[in-house]
């Protein structure tokens, strides 16, 4: 069974940091490129972030470049999101995603509210 599982969400004040974590299971994770989307209340849901199977590519979306680092443990499945400087147009909720051919799969979603 595939499963997708985010954690690391939370509030946060301008200014600050959050780490985001995605679990993997049930696929061959190396296979798949990984992406973070986020989608803000009213709004559609934006990629953000995208790395390689592989990690030696990695392309953000221009909101976020200089402030979000995208990486990965292909050995323990696992993906991350280091958020820095965050802003109060960074709240959304944050989807792990899962890409290989015709293969697309994606996790419940974690929030991120950045607020004072």
């Known amino acids: 069974q595939v499963q997708l599982v985010e954690s690391g969400g939370g509030l946060v004040q301008p200014g600050g940091s959050l780490r985001l974590s995605c679990a993997a299971s049930?696929?061959?994770?190396?296979?798949?490129?990984m992406s973070w989307y986020r989608q803000a209340p009213g709004k559609k849901r934006e990629l953000v972030a995208v790395i390689s199977s592989a990690g030696g590519n990695v392309n953000y979306a221009d909101s976020v470049k200089g402030r979000f680092t995208i990486s990965r443990d292909n050995a323990k499945g696992t993906m991350s999101l280091q958020m820095n400087s965050l802003k109060p147009e960074d709240t959304a909720v944050y989807y792990c995603n899962a890409r290989w051919i015709n293969y697309d799969y994606w996790g419940q979603g974690t929030q991120v509210t950045v607020s004072s």
């Open positions: 049930g696929f061959t994770f190396n296979r798949y490129a």
